[in-house]
């Protein structure tokens, strides 16, 4: 069983908003700590605070990004504030990557994939 900490969507200002005084990362790590102490099995959480997540919580700890563009993952941001590339994330100890429009709006999904896949296979 996984928890989704903080939106990849979501920005400092935007956590601000909704009464979080925390960084985006700061807020993520405790949150990961708490679905740790919960006895959880991982999070999902940005690209980005994900070395931060290894380090606090462990090896074994499971963590999904989604917020996945750039590399071989060729889109526009969109909504997202905190993305990293597909090789970027598995580096920073990503356990699995979620990857939808940079696939899903390609004009050859197919091939998007692929690059992925590719990017990946190369980046170890």
Not at 72 to 79: C, L, S, T, V
Request: proline content about 6%; overall charge negative; charged content about 20%.
């Amino acid at each position: 069983v996984i928890a989704v900490t903080v939106l990849t969507s979501m920005d400092a200002p935007t956590l601000h908003a909704v009464g979080v005084s925390r960084s985006p990362l700061d807020q993520v790590v405790h949150l990961a700590q708490l679905v740790r102490e919960c006895g959880l099995d991982g999070v999902v959480a940005s690209p980005q605070e994900t070395a931060a997540i290894r380090a606090a919580c462990g090896p074994d700890f499971v963590i999904v990004t989604p917020g996945i563009r750039g590399g071989a993952a060729q889109a526009k941001a969109d909504d997202q504030n905190r993305t990293l590339t597909p090789a970027e994330a598995i580096r920073a100890g990503s356990s699995y990557l979620v990857v939808g429009r940079p696939i899903t709006a390609a004009q050859d999904p197919r091939a998007a994939a692929e690059a992925i896949t590719t990017e990946l296979a190369t980046s170890r």
